[in-house]
């Protein structure tokens, strides 16, 4: 993706949305790219790598049952500054997607609902850029959320670390064989770069992996010195 | 506000020393303040005379380097450190330029706190205080494994851990500087005239360009001028102290004390070739060490009683914990132990026949030579090294020495409980003086040498081994220089015996199940403890016992003896500095793990077990096995083949 024309679809938006009486929260969302930099060090950016847990990859019936996220500022991740918080999907969530977050119906009925947690995740979150690894799903299910409660979609830039990992370590795939997409797996990269997250497939431990494999792939693309943040987004971004 | 979600990061954190003093609360809060920070391999993570670090950082994976840069330009490895080991604590806690330069060694993952965070919390726990105020001075304890534990409760209690902070002064700070020098053609009147208008104790003798020549102090102005009678006006260069001893302004406080030490001076001359910058004596070191180490191997010989020698050790084992702290080689740490053990021996017999005499058994019925065996032989008394000793005395007709001999046994007897009670166990072989057979002429011991040379004979090579590393400890040159005379050349006619003490060597194998251990996880099978001295030390001990034999090397020290026949071209030059390293890395290891037992009031233990040792040390230790290796190889291949004829 370009980074100009996000921002140009940040400023259709605007126009669009900006007269409506906006909950403060949507109008902050919609000047989430005022501070960006676009020729300037990608890291001299704030970060916040979200992941969410689901009731499954059914973009109709699935519902988000929890979100981990943490903040990397100045390519460090913050241990204090961390999003973690059960949701309550609304349904019933399958025996096979308990199989794989461990979150059973019992830990999600005091949780709160999706609107409210994603309320404060959207606090937390301010203007900083996203990351999140096979970022569309994520994106999905934060912009359905989104377009329900404000009416329009997430203004923030999103990285997906799949397609960094195509680039600093897959060679191009000019045939669509997708033969490298098992090795930019979340656990093929924890793999290689020895990350070992122990909390792994509840939101936050996917979160912190994500993290730690965004530090090394940033480091394996700026070899040659610093990317700006265009040129991370124009490899990673994704809409 | 709740626990930190992530308990494994938690967990992490409360096993890194110092926090886990902390409580629970406490960590909880802390680990918030804290971010993860990613390094690649070969990223300078602080520099050296960089700007203040601005973290503290606690390495969760992979390693870094610490490295000095000298004015020269040379590069130093200063510490290599792992998992859980932290650094920038110094730089912060001075709010200094950094220190050394830490690059990353591999892809180094690292926990950083903020620098106002941990000051906070150095001046609010005592533990951190203790535990990074002396961060330089440990920054061998992660190769040298002395635990975190050990080092809280060493700096603690020890006045010295302030002290070793200090110690890493350049001389150039502490020298006196400009010093007061004279011709040579000065008159001993009037360089006491200056010395007392100055209101210094040593003036420094120069030539015309100034180049330092000798040095005159207080004390030879009383023995040598006074004393002796010699006229006011003899000129300087007769009485001088030269040649000079000289230091470089560049060497470090500790290395002055060791220097003075070695050399049993109170003062050395600081110069840069030959031009002199300044003077340092024992004094302005005792002003950073509040006592003075130099004197303490001196002060050995004004020592009157047992009791009195009793509390020495104590003080030795005082400066070497230093010493270790501020990284100083194993030669220099076994040079002093040896000369200090020495002195310790020699002061005991000297008190021993003083005490023999006034109690009526009379004096030494004749004179005699105090043999030093094993590891004190070969001046590397690491502790808890017994003591091994043999004593010989002159040769006389049978029926005076067999009245001769109750004497000598009970001398022999009283100095081995002498050491015995300066903390140096006799040892398990039984060589000792007092023990029968210990005490012999110089004609029977020659014998006794010869034989073994002669009919070597596999099962006695052992304990023969010892008696090869042989050196007199009192100052009778008298019959040690005869007796290895004999030995080399009795050798030198017969070379099955090297052959044959070889092979005693080669019977102990590397223990390959413990190296074993450090790949493959624990499991029952293999042993998991390991006697450093007997499985690795002994092997390169005899190797380069052998090998000097056979060259007829006449030195008895290992290193000594590696370095004299790797330039005879017996050993390869890389070889043999492998050996070097492991031997130094292994001595080390045995004198912290000693060191610290002794801080815990516990019985050294005699066996490493693998568990305790860090991923480093693993990593070392099996760097030396295939070392140790490859020696073991080379021996099999020069001596043994079966020798043919007289053995079978």
Known sequence: ?239 | MSDFPLARILDFVRTVSPFDTLDPEELNNLVRRMDIAYFPPGSKVVRQGGDPARYLYIIHSGSVKLTSTEEDGRETLVDVRGEGDTFGGLSLLHSEKGHFTVTAQEDLLAFVLPAADFISLVETHPGFQRHFKFSLAAHDQSIRGLTDGFLVQMTGADPWGDMALQMHNRISELMNSPVLTCPTNTTVRQAAQAMSQRQVGSIIVVDESGGPLGVVTDTDMRSRVLAQGLSAYTPVNQIMSSPVRTLSQRAFAFEAMLEMTRQGVHHMVVADGNRLLGMISDHDIKIITGSSPVGLVTQIDKVTSFPELARLPRRIYRVLNMLLRLGVSAEYMLDLLAEFSDRLTLRLIQITEQEMDVEGMGPAPAPFAWLALGAWGRREPTPPAGQEHVLVMADMPADQAARALPWFQEMARRVKQGLAGCGFPPCRSGLLADAAGGCRTFSQWRERFLGWAREPVAREMETAAHFFDFRAITESGLFEDPLRQTVLEAIERNRVFLRILARAGLESHLPLGFMRQFVVEKSGEFTSELDLDVKVMQPIVQAARVLALDQRVELTGTFDRLEEVAARGLLHRQLADDLHEAFSFLSLMRISRYLEARARDSQPEISLDAESLNKLQRKMLKDIFSVVGDLQELMTKRYGARPAGALG
């Not at chain 1, 997430?154 to 670390?161: E, H």
């Not at chain 1, 195509?166 to 795939?173: C, G, H, Q, V, Y």
């Open chain 1, 1 to 239: 993706m370009n980074i100009w024309s996000a921002i140009l679809l940040n400023r259709y938006a605007r126009l669009r949305h900006g007269r409506e009486s906006l909950h403060p929260r949507a109008r902050a969302n919609l000047s989430a790219l005022d501070n960006l930099r676009p020729r300037e060090p990608a890291l001299s950016h704030d970060f916040v790598v979200v992941d969410l847990e689901t009731t499954g990859l059914d973009y109709h019936k699935d519902r988000v049952v929890s979100v981990g996220a943490f903040r990397i500022s100045g390519g460090s991740i913050k241990l204090g500054e961390v999003f973690s918080e059960l949701v309550n999907p609304g349904r019933d969530i399958p025996e096979d997607s308990i199989l794989v977050h461990a979150i059973v119906p019992d830990m999600c009925r005091d949780a709160r609902d999706a609107w409210e947690v994603f309320g404060d995740f959207l606090d937390f979150l301010g203007d900083s850029i996203m990351v999140a690894h096979h970022a569309l799903v994520d994106l999905f299910f934060m912009n359905w959320v989104m377009t329900e409660q404000y009416g329009f979609r997430m203004q923030n830039l999103m990285v997906d670390t799949v397609l960094m990992c195509r680039t600093a370590l897959i060679e191009p795939d000019f045939y669509g064989q997708r033969k490298g997409a098992r090795r930019c797996s979340l656990d093929a990269l924890a793999e290689r770069f020895q990350i070992y997250v122990p909390e792994r497939h509840t939101a936050l431990g996917d979160a912190l992996a994500t993290a730690l494999i965004f530090q090394r792939l940033m480091h394996i693309l700026e070899e040659g010195g610093w990317i700006t943040l265009a040129d991370l987004i124009h490899i990673a971004g994704v809409r």
